[in-house]
């Protein structure tokens, strides 16, 4: 709970336009999400980890990994606007990445990006991921996502 004003205040219409979630209208939206994802960690079933500068403490994003026990656990990834392009996102995901390798006995993750986001698509490709479906879905906000499904492996791959 001590991010959710930041989050609140970050989690734009311009971050979210090529993700399923919409921006929150009122911070008890962003409030309601921790606590979720609160009781979500306590059962074991998502990690969801704010993303913070290692030198300042500075609030950056969240990322997460979710749906933990089941085959294809999904990653996800936010950064607010100021912080892109800084190679964060690959940093918060290669992380999930190893920390799944050693505590998850699934042999793939799942990481969809919407076909648009290059700078997203990246950091699935830099890590070995590959894709393995293509669909379209209509976000929370009412736009269309063309997203791409890439699974990452976690068997039988060096860690970046």
Not at 56 to 63: E, K, R, V
Request: glycine share 6%; with cysteine.
């Amino acid at each position: 709970m001590d991010y959710a004003e930041d989050i609140f205040a970050e989690f734009t219409d311009e971050v979210t336009k090529l993700m399923y979630p919409r921006a929150p209208v009122e911070i008890e939206e962003t409030k309601t999400f921790i606590a979720t994802s609160i009781a979500n960690l306590r059962e074991g079933s998502h990690l969801q980890m704010v993303i913070l500068d290692k030198a300042t403490g500075q609030f950056l994003g969240c990322a997460g990994l979710h749906e933990l026990e089941s085959a294809r656990p999904e990653l996800g990834v936010w950064l607010k606007m100021p912080a892109h392009g800084s190679d964060l996102g690959f940093e918060a995901v290669s992380a999930l990445v190893e920390w799944a390798r050693r505590n998850l006995q699934c042999r793939s993750l799942r990481y969809p990006v919407d076909e648009r986001n290059i700078s997203s698509r990246r950091i699935p490709e830099r890590l070995g991921g590959s894709i393995v479906d293509r669909y379209v879905e209509t976000s929370m906000s009412g736009r269309e996502l063309r997203l791409l499904d890439y699974e990452i492996p976690l068997t039988g791959t060096d860690s970046p």
